[in-house]
């Protein structure tokens, strides 16, 4: 644009004598110099009026701008405007939105981000992007695995990798064309890894993906690699919750999917929880995680609660729940086992529990759980995945979570700490080694019993084949039955 202004200015220097014929007069000779002199000093006086009219009298006059200078910079811009209209080119999107860029900063997961016209294809395992900047015949290509354990080497080498390949549209456009095209963006993920054991579940899906796709409020479609049918039939209340719309599988749709946006892989923002500070409205927290599960599976509460009500008159059943606070017990069979669960369930009773003993399984409805985790003032269990169901219970109330030897640390970082952020009254019970099945088996200066964190230095093997699998507890009731009665009295003041 420059350049042409360039060449404009000089025509009108050029041709400015053109302008005012009989006031400037350039001649190399002034052999005609008396016979103008006279009509040259009428033209100077004329010349100094329409100066005049310039400097002093711009409203007075022919001018309708307020100086020659603004006339001037008006035909310039007059220019400018002129020679970009003549240069007008087909409106190119920018490279915001067409764009792929990844987050790889992160020490449990990585994530990237998609946008433009993007369109999925699993066989090839890629998610590709076709851009309308000219990249001639080359192929851009990035790489990531969407699941949350980013640092766990051994779990990562099972999930399936995908490739977010850039295109150029006008070379590979007719390529995998759109099938199925969605206005909602997309976000993927994987169900593999450690899917199958609930803490994980929790933590590596269900919360990151509550964290990932809240900013879309329900209009997200969730494309699922490694994907489970048990898994979405266990938590289809939940994802109800979080998508209006069908989950895709992403292996066994062989369909192009189409998109203008798409999220690939998991924000996690730590150990069940949700931090605010990390999120784009700044407050949410991991009570707005649990105000979806109760939204979830309150439908299907309601609905054991008339059966229950059919089954009782509705008086009894109030005056059955009124009268006792309600202690939930999660009882385990083997491993961190309660050897003498009966007796400590009886103690509860007898200081003025109604105890209702949970024993799930992987065919246990959800619903239920949460139905009676809901309604409990008290939780216990011992450490363990079953204890993740602390997320089901009100913020105020107790959880006592019954810790074996060489498991402090796990137990307060999965689930205390968590716990109490969630609002809950946390207690940890730890076991003294009188108290744990190991104690029959080590000699009682065993570094096993004197100094499991001399154990657990030595690595995850060696914690989870001695203090994991190889662990019951049998309760000191006398030490617990303090715990118990401090629990009674916070449920009922």
Not at 344 to 372: C, H, N, S, W
């Amino acid at each position: 644009m420059r350049q042409n202004l360039k060449k404009v200015a000089p025509i009108k220097v050029d041709e400015s004598p053109k302008l005012f014929p009989y006031v400037f007069r350039f001649k190399n000779s002034c052999g005609n110099c008396a016979k103008r002199s006279k009509p040259k000093l009428i033209y100077l006086l004329l010349f100094s009026l329409i100066s005049s009219c310039f400097v002093f009298a711009p409203d007075l006059l022919c001018f309708p701008y307020p100086s020659a200078l603004f006339l001037i910079d008006s035909s310039i811009k007059e220019i400018e405007n002129r020679v970009s209209e003549s240069h007008i080119e087909s409106p190119k999107t920018s490279q915001n939105e067409e764009s792929i860029s990844c987050d790889r900063t992160g020490y449990r997961s990585d994530i990237c981000f998609m946008k433009g016209d993007i369109r999925t294809h699993s066989p090839s395992s890629s998610i590709f992007l076709y851009t309308s900047n000219d990249l001639t015949d080359h192929v851009l290509q990035d790489k990531i695995k969407p699941y949350t354990r980013k640092w766990e080497t051994s779990i990562m080498e099972t999930i399936h990798e995908l490739k977010l390949v850039t295109k150029d549209v006008k070379l590979f456009g007719d390529k995998h064309k759109c099938e199925v095209i969605h206005e909602v963006p997309a976000v993927l993920f994987s169900t593999g890894g450690y899917t199958g054991n609930l803490y994980h579940e929790f933590n590596d899906g269900l919360i990151p993906l509550y964290i990932t796709s809240k900013r879309f409020n329900k209009k997200v479609v969730f494309v699922i690699a490694e994907y489970h049918k048990w898994w979405e039939m266990k938590y289809g209340d939940v994802l109800s919750q979080l998508s209006d719309y069908p989950l895709i599988d992403f292996n066994k749709d062989k369909r192009t999917h189409c998109f203008k946006e798409a999220i690939v892989g998991l924000r996690i923002h730590g150990e069940l929880t949700v931090d605010p500070s990390q999120m784009q409205d700044g407050r949410t927290t991991i009570n707005e995680f649990r105000n979806v599960l109760d939204r979830a599976y309150r439908p299907r509460i309601n609905r054991l609660d008339r059966l229950e009500e059919q089954r009782f008159h509705e008086r009894v059943a109030k005056r059955r729940k009124a009268q006792r606070p309600k202690l939930a017990l999660f009882s385990r069979t083997g491993s961190r086992g309660i050897t003498n669960e009966d007796l400590m369930v009886q103690l509860a009773q007898r200081i003025g529990f109604e105890v209702e003993v949970l024993r799930p399984d992987r065919t246990t409805e959800l619903a239920k759980i949460y139905r009676v985790l809901n309604s409990s003032k008290v939780m216990v269990g011992v450490h363990g995945a079953a204890m993740t169901h602390f997320l089901f219970m009100k913020p105020g109330s107790i959880f006592i979570q019954i810790i074996p030897l060489g498991t402090d640390w796990a137990a307060e970082t999965y689930y205390g700490e968590p716990a109490k952020k969630l609002g809950l009254d946390y207690i940890g019970y730890k076991i003294l080694p009188r108290e744990s099945s190991l104690y029959e088996k080590y000699d009682k200066d065993d570094p096993i019993l004197r100094d499991p964190n001399s154990i657990t230095k030595k690595g995850w093997q060696f914690t989870k084949g001695i203090y994991l699998n190889d662990q019951k507890v049998r309760l000191d009731l006398h030490r617990f039955k303090k715990v118990l009665v401090d629990a009674y009295s916070k449920s009922i003041s």
